[in-house]
């Protein structure tokens, strides 16, 4: 999310060489990378996990505890649904799922959020139902379960062998074909030939919140108004600035998100080939028109959620906008009705 999203990768291998599932916790969002454990450890070395606490539901499954899955090898995925780089991991996980659960290899998702829209229960639900997630899900709205862990990273993956213990973690997205041979190696079959992966992006644009409670700044150094006092943006047309979010018109600020309380614009420099946004309503279905470089977007860079160069909110939630796009620097322009709301812009 970065949100820890993405694991430092230097931090990351500090922390997997010295521990093994306890995080330094770091104030600073982590720079873009993935990072892994690596190796199954040695048994000697592997330290019991944590029972599931604090769960206020279980999708696709009843109530599970970690003596439920004695004698199988669970992979614990600590994840949740506005995570790009969470949503991009479900695809291997579905591999590894679809190949070893024949063995006794099960997958547990803690779904952990970060927005208050993520706890409520039936946004989950309907989210593990959008995706296509089949395994069992457990709703950590309070973060019960992540704090058990010390987990500071979505996604996280913890693999833990057929008495309970971790045996290995992966951090972030990438190291697909490490985690398919500790889930082989630990059940003792040969490892499955499952699909390749899209490489992990790098060199882009880092994750950028709206909103107060990141502290993060707007382009051109305007700054947040007061909690839930509407506060008003001047145009000064596409900002210089680059890697900083540029609003107009008038805003209020509510902690986790921007709200715009009239038309307006949300702009942005970045570089990536894919720009994602996390994005809402108070209610009513919000039409959001967008531009790249000052045009109309070409269906070649359209991502998934685009059409007719524009988007229609009707939840909070992850949408894709470009994809594709060519290397270097670039502006996005949505044109927004009042009721927007923008958490963050993620990219890849």
Not at 113 to 141: C, H, M, Q, Y
Not at 278 to 305: E, F, M, Q, R, Y
């Amino acid at each position: 999310m970065t949100r820890y999203r993405l694991a430092l990768a230097t931090v990351a291998v500090v922390i997997a060489a010295a521990v093994l599932f306890t995080v330094v916790r770091d104030p600073v969002p982590p720079a873009t990378g993935s990072t892994t454990g690596g190796q199954v450890q040695a048994v000697s070395a592997r330290r019991q996990a944590p029972n599931f606490t604090g769960i206020d539901g279980w999708l696709n499954s009843t109530p599970l505890t970690l003596a439920d899955l004695r004698g199988k090898v669970v992979l614990i995925d600590f994840w949740t649904f506005s995570c790009v780089n969470c949503v991009r991991t479900i695809p291997h996980l579905k591999g590894l799922y679809d190949s070893y659960r024949k063995d006794g290899f099960v997958i547990v998702g803690i779904h952990s959020p970060e927005f208050d829209f993520e706890k409520v229960p039936a946004n989950v639900a309907a989210a593990v139902k959008r995706l296509g997630v089949t395994w069992p899900v457990a709703i950590d709205s309070e973060m019960a379960t992540w704090n058990a862990y010390q987990n500071q990273f979505w996604p996280a993956e913890y693999l833990l062998d057929q008495q309970g213990r971790i045996a290995y973690n992966n951090f972030g997205e990438g190291g697909y074909a490490q985690t398919d041979a500790a889930v082989a190696q630990l059940l003792n079959v040969h490892a499955a030939p499952l699909p390749s992966s899209t490489p992990v992006p790098n060199n882009t644009t880092s994750e950028l919140y709206a909103g107060s409670d990141r502290m993060e700044q707007l382009a051109d150094n305007e700054p947040y108004g007061a909690i839930g006092v509407p506060q008003k943006y001047p145009d000064p047309g596409p900002p210089q600035q680059q890697d900083a979010i540029q609003v107009t018109g008038t805003w209020t600020d509510e902690g986790q998100y921007l709200q715009a309380d009239g038309t307006g614009h949300v702009r942005l420099n970045f570089t990536a080939d894919s720009v994602y946004i996390v994005a809402g309503t108070p209610g009513a279905a919000l039409h959001v028109s967008v531009k790249l470089d000052g045009k109309t977007v070409l269906i070649a860079t359209s991502g998934p959620a685009l059409s007719d160069s524009g988007f229609t909110v009707t939840r909070q939630d992850l949408f894709q906008l470009l994809s594709g796009v060519s290397p270097g620097y670039h502006l996005i322009d949505l044109t927004v009705p009042a009721g927007f709301r923008i958490y963050t812009f993620t990219f890849g």
